[in-house]
Nanobody, 128 residues
Framework: QVQVEESGGGLVQAGGSLKLSCAAS????????MGWFRQAPGKEREFVVA????????NYADSVKGRFTISRDNAKNTVYLQMNSLKPEDTAVYYC?????????????????????WGQGTQVTVSS
């Protein structure tokens, strides 16, 4: 089995930065991609960004473009999300997920359905 665990969340003032980590363990060989999603209170979970194990980075969600950066360390089976210039609207539970294979059409790594393993989430709160 595969375990996915996020860390690095917390409380930060608007304009500040946080770096989230997502570590995958277990049978992670041949994993296809890892992605970040977030869910704000009262809203549906939304895609943030993903990266394939070969290094291809997807488009970022428009709401985070230019402020968030995804990176990966395959040797550590870890993906990072550097979040800069944080805004109160970035407040959410951030989830990391792992796709063990390339999703079949019509799904893509932009959708939740592409992912097989999810972490428990880490809370990010941005105060104004």
């Amino acid at each position: 089995q595969v375990q996915v665990e996020e860390s690095g969340g917390g409380l930060v003032q608007a304009g500040g930065s946080l770096k989230l980590s997502c570590a995958a363990s277990g049978r992670t060989f041949n994993a296809y991609a890892m992605g970040w999603f977030r869910q704000a209170p009262g809203k549906e979970r939304e895609f943030v960004v993903a990266v394939t194990m070969s290094g291809v980075i997807t488009n970022y969600a428009d709401s985070v473009k230019g402020r968030f950066t995804i990176s990966r360390d395959n040797a550590k089976n870890t993906v990072y999300l550097q979040m800069n210039s944080l805004k109160p609207e970035d407040t959410a539970v951030y989830y990391c997920a792992l796709a063990r294979s390339r999703p079949d059409y019509p799904f893509s790594v932009y959708t939740e359905f592409a992912y097989h393993y999810w972490g428990q989430g880490t809370q990010v709160t941005v105060s104004s």
